[in-house]
Antibody, heavy 117, light 110 residues
Framework: EVQLVESGGDSVQPGGSLRLSCVGS????????MHWVRQAPGRGLVWVSR????????SYADSVKGRFTISRDNAKNTVFLQMNSLRVEDTAVYYC??????????WGQGTTVIVSS | QSALTQPASVSGSPGQSITISCTGT?????????VSWYQQHPGKAPKVIIS???RRSSGVSNRFSGSKSGNTASLTISGLQAEDEADYFC??????????FGGGTKLTVL
């Protein structure tokens, strides 16, 4: 079964850091670009970041550029999202998703990040 | 990077057809045939139903169809069923390896 499982969500204070992980299984992880997408409570989906299949390049939404870093370890079938200088407005469920022809065809169940003092 | 524009809500009776619009610009929707649509039930992860503007995902009913004209993409659901009640999001590739989602549309089946 093709599957993505996120972890690492937590409650942190503004200015803090968190590292999210997403493990893929049931497919050749190293063949696919991967994305992170977030959804604030009661709000819509927002694209956050994408990384090439070999990790050689990444892109970010303006709202997280310079604060978040996406990376991957293909030997462990894992993509990461390092989140620094967290703000209250970063509070959301964070999903990782697989890219297939510029659509997101497999999604994880999400991990919750709460930024609050 | 402004979100694509979708109606906040649409509704229809069982058996009817509805269409959800998704309006962008000539930098995203209008410039690429890379619009996808996602269905999200409460408390669940999104599920892709349409990619590449018109391509239905495996296992998705042929009651779902996608189209595009200029800067506006559309999702049509025919023969509405109770299980279609969900939130629907469009997404477009926006160039420079960035993507934009719409704000989402809540579909109510009356």
């Amino acid at each position: 079964e093709v599957q993505l499982v996120e972890s690492g969500g937590d409650s942190v204070q503004p200015g803090g850091s968190l590292r999210l992980s997403c493990v893929g299984s049931g497919f050749t992880f190293s063949n696919y670009w991967m994305h992170w997408v977030r959804q604030a409570p009661g709000r819509g989906l927002v694209w956050v970041s994408r990384i090439y299949s070999d990790g050689s390049g990444a892109s970010y939404a303006d709202s997280v550029k310079g604060r978040f870093t996406i990376s991957r370890d293909n030997a462990k079938n894992t993509v990461f999202l390092q989140m620094n200088s967290l703000r209250v407005e970063d509070t959301a469920v964070y999903y990782c998703a697989r890219d297939f022809s510029h659509a997101l065809d497999v999604w994880g169940q999400g991990t919750t990040v709460i930024v609050s003092s | 990077q402004s979100a694509l524009t979708q109606p906040a809500s649409v509704s229809g009776s069982p058996g009817q057809s509805i269409t959800i619009s998704c309006t962008g610009t000539n930098s995203d929707v209008g410039n690429y045939n890379l619009v996808s649509w996602y269905q999200q039930h409460p408390g669940k992860a999104p599920k892709v139903i349409i990619s590449g503007v018109t391509r239905r995902s495996s296992g998705v009913s042929n009651r779902f169809s996608g189209s595009k004209s200029g800067n506006t993409a559309s999702l049509t659901i025919s023969g509405l069923q109770a299980e279609d009640e969900a939130d629907y999001f469009c997404c477009s590739y926006a160039g420079s390896y960035t993507w934009l989602f719409g704000g989402g549309t809540k579909l109510t089946v009356l």
